[in-house]
């Protein structure tokens, strides 16, 4: 394609522009997107609104987080790539860690080799690639010395965007590759001497603890609208107080909150579970509803702010993080949103079963202030014991957490097999019964015997349930 060719050759979108006639540039919107003013607004930045640095090495870095990184199979793939000619740096995420003096768990790297050129480098030097569905997104994954894999990505350039996906072409600019990402603080690169290359300003934006787009909000989130929520997330990370956000890129995500109809849910709930248990999670979760974010990620509208602020209140007083779900599940009305929010992030059925519980018991559980109570919860055939003890934490009742958590459960004397032998018919029923049974036994404190429950309450819950056939139906704490 013309533009793709342009656009590799070009060493930026300052440069770029000036290659394009008005024509060109005509048929250039038509291509990328129908809206004006995005349009409009890419213009701009292709004319150099966008703020560049001249020389963009800013620091040299000799520090503990940056001489952790290197072992004996960096060493060797920093070798192999000069052997053959190509550039290689860290890119992103790992960069903005260790300049927060934090050693990063996940290292990126770029590259200025072509997919093609590093699978032909490893072929010839005999080392193995690993997980080659990366390759149509432009990376390979080399194992060296079969001990450390390392992900390198070739440079690229989006060239058409969805919303969702990007049409890339692989290019051997630097900062074109830079320009393409979402935050200026994971735009930057970090060469093997200690060089850091920051092309939009992140190396300040990150000591100012500022969270910014690279170039204009708006382009940038109409490019992947899942930046609204990494936008989020990295604030938590980064920024020192909790409503310091600028106007104009609330209202961008404001104007953009539709888009994350677009967004597969496990992707959505990927970046919300990071969130909830990051620095400022209240603060940045109330924002994100006020921009209108909330009924694109399963939440009802409107949202139950009044239990999740209480939720949150409750989670410092206990020195365990609560689970994300937990929070979530503050903001829903019933079970039926828990269905809706699961239907949409696609929860794990842990989460999904676990805020289904919080919904069903945490009103009724409120007023329970007996241990007795939850120890009888914990028999009941739909309450797993965690999750009991993540109701106490969720009502904030910390006395009687502890007092459950240490409680060891005695064994139930009592299996099918014995209501069988004792006259209870097979199928439903035997549940029904067991459950009645599991009751009566917690009522008197897990202390009848199996031959008192066989012979003298047995046959009572039988001849019961011949003449009143129960619904099996989900029960709330009762005391």
């Known amino acids: 394609m013309f533009i793709a060719r342009l656009v590799c050759k070009s060493h930026s979108f300052v440069d770029l522009y000036k290659h394009i006639s008005r024509n060109s540039y005509r048929q250039f919107a038509t291509v990328v997107s129908t809206d004006r003013e995005l ?13 560049v640095r001249k020389d963009p090495v800013v620091v040299k870095l000799d520090t503990p987080e940056f001489k952790s990184i290197f072992t004996n199979e960096l060493y060797d793939l920093i070798d192999l790539f000069k052997k053959y000619g190509h550039e290689i740096r860290i890119a992103g995420g790992a960069v903005r860690d260790i300049l927060m003096n934090i050693s990063p768990k996940d ?46 990505t070739t ?3 989006d060239v058409l965007t969805d919303g969702r996906h990007a049409e890339v072409k692989f290019t051997t600019d630097w900062q074109l590759d ?6 200026t603080i994971n735009s ?73 109809q677009k967004i597969s849910g496990e992707r959505i ?28 990620i399963g939440l009802p509208d409107p949202q139950n702010i009044e239990e999740f602020n209480r939720v949150m209140e409750a989670s410092k007083a206990f020195k365990d993080d609560f689970l994300p779900i937990m929070f979530m599940t503050g903001l829903l009305h019933s079970p039926e949103d828990a269905m809706k929010l699961h239907e949409r992030l696609k929860l794990s059925a842990y989460e999904r ?25 914990c028999m009941q055939p739909y309450a797993k014991r965690e999750y009991v ?60 015997n199996e031959e008192d429950l066989l012979r003298i309450h047995l046959p009572k819950i039988l001849e019961d349930v011949k003449a009143n056939p129960p619904q099996l139906k989900k029960q709330k704490v009762n005391k």
């Open 39 to 51: 349009l409009e607004r890419r213009r701009r930045e292709m004319e150099g609104t966008l703020r």
């Open 107 to 152: 290292i990126d790297f770029a590259t200025t080799a072509t997919p093609d050129q590093m699978k032909d480098m490893f072929n010839k030097e005999n080392i193995r690639m690993i997980n080659m569905k990366g390759e149509k997104h432009g990376t390979i994954t080399p194992r060296i010395n079969d001990k450390e894999n390392f992900e390198i």
């Open 155 to 157: 440079l690229r350039i």
């Open 178 to 183: 830079a320009n393409r990402r979402d935050l």
């Open 188 to 260: 930057m690169f970090l060469g093997f001497d200690g060089s850091v290359y920051d092309y939009f300003y992140g190396y300040d934006d990150l000591k100012m603890r500022r969270v910014v787009f690279v170039g204009d909000p708006d382009t940038r989130i109409k490019e992947d609208f899942l930046r609204i929520l990494r936008y989020f997330r990295f604030y938590g990370r980064i920024a020192n107080s909790a409503n310091n956000h600028d106007q104009f890129t609330l209202e961008a995500i404001k104007n953009n909150a539709t888009g994350l």
């Open 269 to 296: 709930w990927s970046e919300v579970r990071k969130l909830l248990v990051g620095n400022f999670a209240q603060e940045l979760m109330l924002t994100m509803l006020k921009c209108g974010i909330g009924k694109y």
């Open 353 to 377: 079963d676990l805020a289904l519980f919080l919904t069903q018991n945490r009103e009724s559980a409120r007023s329970i202030d007996d241990l007795k109570s939850y120890k009888k919860l």
């Open 389 to 448: 003890e993540e109701l106490l934490r969720y009502n904030n009742m910390p006395e009687l957490y502890k007092q459950l958590k240490e409680w060891k459960s005695p064994s139930f004397p009592i299996n099918g097999s014995k209501l069988k032998d004792n006259g209870c018919p097979p199928g439903a029923t035997i549940g029904v019964v067991m459950n009645q049974l599991k009751g009566i036994w917690a009522d008197e404190d897990f202390k009848i």
